[in-house]
């Protein structure tokens, strides 16, 4: 599996909003700089999106299909 795959699978994953505690896919969420999750409603100028945060990660060290 190649990065590109690996991150379009990272982002399908489920993960719940901080916020609002509503379930999205990991592709529309935003990262907070203390590790957690927020969707389009709760996020603020300081976190990141997905898609610049998946480019930063190192996402050979996420866990498999679990
Ligand atoms: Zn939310």
């Not at 505690?21 to 997905?50: E, I, P, Q, R």
Request: charged share 30%; with cysteine; aromatic share 16%.
């Amino acid at each position: 599996m190649d990065r590109e795959q690996a991150i379009q699978r990272f982002g399908q994953r489920i993960q719940r909003c901080s916020g609002c505690f509503v379930a999205f896919y990991l592709k529309d969420m935003w990262l907070a700089a203390d590790g957690s999750f927020y969707c389009g409603n709760c996020k603020d100028d300081t976190m990141f999106h997905f898609d610049e945060f998946s480019r930063k990660i190192d996402i050979s060290r996420l866990p498999g299909d679990a």
